[in-house]
């Protein structure tokens, strides 16, 4: 399919998903969906089966506890996945779902205010509609700005994030073919270098390889956002590194790009056995796997900035934690 016209189908289906209200939106906006749709969400929501279930399940009750929600975008581009997956068009929108926080959502406790839900989704649109979609939303995060933090002081810094530094991530237009390939390159030397932590490089020559040394990373509540590599390299990726061993391959079920734009998500991206602290938490010795999105802007032939969503609360709860039911964040399910 066309990439115009797949970003095309996305973008009626933002403006139906607006301007329906809550408990109409999976009669609406159905039209848009595959019979056989399959949506990927963050933890408690997971995997659902038909867009109804996922109108029911997930947009009715957030819409109603974010009222007045708009979708602000920072990044939208559309591209073929560069792994040969399935049949389509994937078309990838990120930035903040922002509403009144007026109902309480997951047990998050209203506050009246504004409230910016981070998300990050990949659409595969295929003859005409939408296939299957991974939606991952920053749930910490926002409990974080209602004042009712999940989780431990993390490592980096806690910022409603902004978008790309150039102000360029909304690729409405068609893009040069050959700048999306440079992108895709530049992403795939990233995971052939970090893909292991065994290059037997320093950490931070490593990501010099194909980082800028001003690389901005842009992380979820747990972790944080950080700037420079070598910010990130003690803020994050030090601290991650040395928390983890025996990480799995990497397996990615989608990777697009378009203009200086790219990105990928898993589900899972990789498994790993925690061995040492984590986020304030003592290593338990199981192993869990990590479902992430990673959004990324290329600048020349290095990335330069990154957006990155991992569900923490999936990996925590597979450790046996359960941050939602956590009685002293003052949020339950």
Not at 82 to 96: A, D, I, K, R
Not at 139 to 162: K, R, S, Y
């Amino acid at each position: 399919m066309e990439l115009q016209t797949a970003k095309r189908i996305v973008l009626d289906v933002y403006a139906a998903l607006e301007s329906s209200e809550p408990d109409q939106i999976g009669q609406k906006v159905a039209q848009y969906f595959a019979p056989d749709f399959v949506w990927r969400g963050f933890h408690p929501f997971g995997e659902i089966a038909g867009f109804e279930s996922v109108a029911e399940k997930f947009w009715k009750p957030l819409r109603t506890s974010l009222t007045r929600m708009q979708r602000r975008q920072d990044i939208f581009f559309a591209g073929a996945d560069h792994l040969g997956g399935p049949e389509g068009v994937w078309v990838v929108s990120m930035g903040h779902l922002t509403g009144l926080f007026d109902t309480a959502w997951l047990g998050i406790r209203p506050t009246g205010k504004i409230a910016m839900l981070r998300y990050c989704e990949f659409n595969r649109v295929s003859n005409g509609k939408i296939a299957e979609t991974a939606m991952f939303f920053d749930i910490p995060h926002l409990a974080a700005q209602a004042g009712q933090p999940l989780f431990p002081a993390q490592t980096a810094a806690h910022l409603v994030q902004p978008g790309p530094l150039t102000h360029g991530g909304l690729l409405f237009e068609s893009q040069p073919a050959e700048v999306g390939r440079a992108t895709i390159a530049a992403i795939e030397a990233m995971i052939s270098d970090l893909g292991t932590w065994r290059s037997g490089l320093s950490l931070t020559d490593e990501l010099a390889r194909t980082w800028h040394d001003d690389m901005l990373w842009w992380g979820p509540d747990g972790i944080g956002a950080t700037y420079t590599i070598e910010r990130y390299a003690k803020q994050h990726s030090g601290p991650f590194r040395a928390a983890f061993s025996d990480r799995s391959k990497t397996n990615h079920l989608a990777r697009v790009s378009e203009g200086h734009f790219g990105g990928f998500f898993g589900w899972p991206n990789f498994s790993a056995t925690l061995t040492g602290p984590f986020m304030g938490m003592a290593p338990t010795g199981k192993r869990s796997e990590f479902r992430v999105i990673d959004i990324y802007r290329r600048d020349g032939d290095k990335l330069a900035e990154n957006w990155i969503f991992i569900d923490l609360l999936h990996f925590w709860n597979q450790q046996g934690v359960d941050f939602l039911g956590n009685s002293n964040s003052g949020v339950s399910i």
